[in-house]
């Protein structure tokens, strides 16, 4: 079965571009986002690449690891590597896995059989510290994500484990959020001592908890 929101990411060991991992221990105790591509020296997945390592600093300041995926040798890696920097002006700055026997793809189920036999989608795992999944995208091959995204989803994630709110549609760091309907308005005027304004009884605004 395809692997769900709240199961435990599958540990395994492989090559990077930085040296032999193990995920779990790499992880440590942040934050990990986990994203394949569907093989090397290919024009969508170098942007990609590039992009990634432009936004890493974004990453780092959420405590989230990056770690990218192709199911193609540690030494195509290595030359892809030098394209990449020469094509985004951005040099690869966090750990690519080389799969060659698609062992980590198959445990995440990164090939979707009747989209291609061989190559992986582009599939997203954002982790949490508890090693839980706690969001999965898939794209296809022929388009490229939006980094923006996933780091709007970790804002998102990191806001509503600390506190009882969810975000809204189109939700960035620093806008209003939705208290949760399981509190009561009674417990929200506690909870949430810069008020709250209620649309519906069960759509309450509040300003960003923790800023
Ligand atoms: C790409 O990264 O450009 C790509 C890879 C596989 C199929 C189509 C596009």
């Not at 221990?25 to 942040?30: Q, R």
């Not at 923006?148 to 809204?168: F, K, M």
């Not at 209620?198 to 509040?206: D, E, M, V």
Request: aromatic share 10%; proline share 7%; hydrophobic share 35%.
């Amino acid at each position: 079965m395809a692997l769900q929101l709240g199961d435990v990411a599958p540990d395994f060991t492989a090559e990077t571009t930085q040296g032999t991992i193990s995920f779990h221990e790499w992880l440590g105790d942040g934050w990990g986002v986990l994203f394949s591509h569907p093989k090397d020296f290919t024009p969508v997945c170098t942007t990609e690449l590039g992009e990634v390592s432009r936004l890493k600093g974004e990453f780092d300041k959420r405590n989230a690891k990056v770690i990218g995926l192709s199911v193609d040798p540690l030494e195509s890696h290595e030359r892809w590597m030098g394209d990449i920097a020469d094509a985004t002006g951005h040099s690869l700055n966090f750990p690519l896995i080389a799969d060659p026997d698609r062992k980590v793809a198959d445990l995440y189920g990164m090939i979707h059989p009747n989209a291609d036999n061989t190559l992986t989608v582009r599939s997203v795992f954002v982790i949490g510290p508890d090693k839980k999944v706690k969001l999965t995208i898939t794209y296809p091959a022929s388009t490229g994500r939006n980094f923006e995204e996933i780091l709007r989803v970790i804002d998102s994630l990191q806001l509503t484990a600390g506190y009882s709110v969810a975000t809204p549609v189109n939700w960035h760091d620093g806008e209003d959020v939705i208290i949760v309907p399981a509190v009561s308005d009674e417990d929200a005027k506690e909870k949430f001592p810069k008020g709250f304004r209620a649309i519906k009884p069960y759509l309450r605004y509040t300003p960003q908890p923790n800023r």
